[in-house]
């Protein structure tokens, strides 16, 4: 049975940072594409970023340059870096898998995604 475990979620105030982590059981890291998505209440879900099995990074816009993913494989644990947060990064953070790529098409497709994580909560107070 595949699960993902989010954490690292919590409140903090604008121009603040968390790292978000993602430990899996049943998969490995290495052979498959590994996302974070977000959706704020009232919000469809959105990718905001995306690492493959290559270690290559994509990101929407709209994050570009505030958020990193990284992964640890010998640990099977995926990060989400986030820097300077803003109100409007208040939401509940998912960790995903996928089998295929890539990530450009992923990020826009969350029905693309074989497992998701439960979510980890962030809410940014200004």
């Known amino acids: 049975e595949v699960q993902l475990v989010e954490s690292g979620g919590g409140a903090v105030q604008a121009a603040g940072s968390l790292r978000l982590s993602c430990t899996a059981s049943?998969?490995?890291?290495?052979?498959?594409?590994m996302a974070w998505f977000r959706q704020a209440p009232g919000k469809e879900r959105e990718g905001v970023a995306c690492i493959d099995s290559a270690g290559k990074k994509t990101y929407p816009n709209s994050v570009k340059g505030q958020f990193t993913i990284s992964k640890d494989n010998a640990q099977n644990t995926l990060y989400l870096q986030m820097n300077s947060l803003k109100p409007e990064d208040t939401a509940t953070y998912f960790c995903?898998?996928?089998?295929?790529?890539?990530?450009?098409?992923?990020?826009?497709?969350?029905?693309?995604?074989?497992?998701w994580g439960k979510g980890t909560l962030v809410t940014i107070s200004s």
């Open positions: 995903a898998a996928a089998r295929r790529g890539p990530c450009v098409a992923l990020l826009e497709r969350w029905d693309a995604v074989d497992y």
């Open positions: 049943g998969l490995t890291y290495s052979t498959y594409w």
